[in-house]
């Protein structure tokens, strides 16, 4: 998401935002986030602008917020934990409910049922399970009786439940926390994330119940949030919600995780339940650029613009690079690493070849943080850049001009309010908030002029026989094809987990359920668009 992500108030200097709550108060958004300095609101899921308090903990972790006729109530993590209301979110301007909560707690999530009842949900542990208790809106949201055990892990049986970045690690037990409740037709899903918030596996994995107590009986789609490759990766430890239309959506944290296990930033994805109640989010090319909807959308699919990434591994040049963080650091989609010139001085750039005329619709220019010394929110701490295309480099035309831009945009968004014809692609340094011009990712999007890769035909599927969590998939190299994204799922008709790789004809996956059968397909693509597969096996 395109946010003012704050600096921590602690060394070393990173940027984080984490744990998100989205609510729809009066037919508008508001975003809450771990360690923010503040809140955002939205009117459209797309614009933002920042609250900024000092009635709210906004240093603790994981807030939580749920509405009640016309008013917003708000707690956090903590030992000391107060709970908080307002009528007026806009204003910034809160009371307090409850100044001593009597439960010392992590990962809060606050839901209010459709027969006025008040419910607790949370946990964060490699140990204990998630808990549940009822809360008394005529006392202070004070706990009615003792809390209730929901959900444990379970990493025997379970492989999105295994740790490291590709679920490798069976031996350490995961860490289950961000509780969620939805309700949906009566049923209650209440979703948590696992294994680590510093792992690309990142996850959340939904349970459903007839009751808010339990018993929770595990999904068989699962996990349903999962984006363990691509530019950015992971999609746990969420929220979902409804806009305006009816549309759920699923805001997640996504991991970055290089200076600070929990720098982290927020994904927001598509998401929905089928024709049988089964809960899903759509992370296909969820990196990618997709469309805001301004009614009901039928398919969650629709919503991808269908602008291919075009600056993958093209060739670059700079006007300085630290040898260790090279050029081709900022196209190699792939945040954790990144190119940085030698200084943060006005006149440093970076230029991509796409090696042909390419249509360019859109670019995200990805800052990365190297040598800054920044904490908290800092006035000045606004990226001054011109980006410029050529097809010759030697004349050139400014596509983009930030050079007076004073919005703090460390992943800015740009869409073109026309499509350019262009091989070359520039951008030059004007003004950095601190440390080097440094990049993660100058991705420019937009369409190829070739054809469409063909269709994967040929693929194996081996299941381990001695760990069902685990599956090889390997297929034939397509000539033309960028890369490939492998939809697998528990029917033909719900292939909602995706794994998207570049170059890569084999892949090993170890989040599955030993105890649940899968179906997979491979669809290919490269800058001119994508080939569905049509075989299932």
Known sequence: MN???RYSLSMPSRREAADPTMIMFKNEYYLFASKSGGYWHSKDLLNWDLITTKDLPLEDYAPTTVIVDNEIYFMASGGHIK?????DPKSGKWEVVNDDFPIGLTDPCLFFDDDRRMYLYYGCSNKEPLYAVELDLKNKLNPIGKPVATIYGNNKEHGWDNTGDYNENAVNAPWVEGSWMNKYHGKYYLQYATPGTQFKSYADVVYVSDLPFGPFKLQKSNPFSYKP????AGAGHSSTFCDVYGNYWHIATMTISKIHMFERRLGLFPSGFDKDATLYTNTAFGDYPHYIPNKKFMNAGDLFTGWMLL???KPVEASSAIDSLPSKNAVDEDVRTYWSAKSGNKGEWLCVDLEKQCDVYALQINFADHNTNLLGRDNESAYQYVVQYSNDKIHWETLIDKSNNIEDLPHDYIELPKVINARYVKITNYHMP?????LSGFRVFGKGKGKLPEQVKNFTIERSGTDRKTVKISW???????GYNIRYGIAR???YLNYQVYADTSIIIRSLDVNTDYYFT????????ITKGVQVH
């Open 476 to 482: 034939d190299k397509i000539p033309n094809a960028l």
């Open 311 to 313: 600056s993958y591994k």
């Open 434 to 438: 601190d440390g080097t011009f440094a």
């Open 522 to 529: 491979i669809d290919s693509f490269n800058e001119n668009g």
């Open 3 to 5: 946010l003012d992500y």
């Open 83 to 87: 709970i908080y209301k307002t009528t």
């Open 229 to 232: 490759e691509g530019f950015i």
């Open 493 to 495: 008709d719900k292939l």
